[in-house]
């Protein structure tokens, strides 16, 4: 049972514009959630976190919104550069914040 | 210290045999955790290290499947009569408490059974 999920296999976008990746959730006991970033041949690198009793959380480029109601997380890259090109995961814990869930992944591509 | 490492990077064995694999957390993490990733998806829970206690296991880790950590270093995660189905790549990462900042992920161990 995926209880994260990333309905968007793969996105493509302009340099200098904006990016917004999108997460879905089903667990509505979930309250931490954090997005990772991975290049090829490396680990998955952690980006940006959000508790479930905040709605937004920005740090630099980068903001995530939840929407506990609607059991959606986004991430806005703004703007985009060539370097962000990666998979981008999202991942949701309970409380204990020893098991993440992990959602299958977005393929960012960022254009020159 | 420069964050966590596995070792090997790559294994292929041939379906029935065991392997081995090793991960060396960041040296003042407490925490130390396994996952398989499997082509198209995304990293999945194995098992969990509380120092050298293993706290918790998904039942993803059948029984031919087996990590230690002793003393709380090292950790090494074994699979004994290898199946296809268990070519994954296998990531550990550790973290300082809880994974509030997330967790440092090594680069993984790719596994191929053939």
């Known amino acids: 049972d995926q209880q994260v999920k990333q309905n968007s296999p793969s996105l493509s976008v302009q340099e200098g514009r904006i990016s917004i990746l999108n997460c879905d959730y089903t667990n509505s006991m979930f309250d931490y959630f954090l997005w990772y970033k991975k290049y090829p041949a490396e680990g998955p690198t952690f980006l940006i976190s959000?508790?479930?009793?905040?709605d937004k959380n920005e740090d630099g480029r980068f903001t995530v919104f939840l929407n506990k109601s609607a059991k959606h997380l986004s991430l806005h890259i703004v703007p985009s550069q060539p370097g962000d090109s990666a998979v981008y995961f999202c991942a949701a814990s309970v409380d204990n914040f020893n098991k993440f869930y992990f959602g299958s992944g977005t393929k960012l591509n960022v254009k020159p | 210290d420069t964050g966590v490492s596995q070792d090997p990077r790559h294994k292929i064995t041939k379906r029935g045999q065991n392997v081995t694999f090793r991960c060396d957390p960041i040296s003042e993490h407490n925490r130390l955790y396994w996952y398989r990733q499997t082509l198209g998806q995304g990293p999945e829970f194995l098992t969990y290290?509380?120092?050298?206690?293993?706290?918790?296991k998904s039942r993803l880790l059948s029984d031919r499947f087996s990590a230690e950590r002793p003393k709380g270093s090292f950790s090494t995660l074994e699979i004994q009569r290898t199946e296809q189905g268990d070519s994954a790549m296998y990531l550990c990462a550790s973290s300082l408490g809880g994974g509030l900042d997330g967790y440092t992920f090594g680069s993984g161990t790719r596994l191929t059974v053939v």
């Open positions: 959000i508790s479930s009793i905040k």
């Open positions: 290290f509380q120092n050298e206690a293993q706290l918790e």
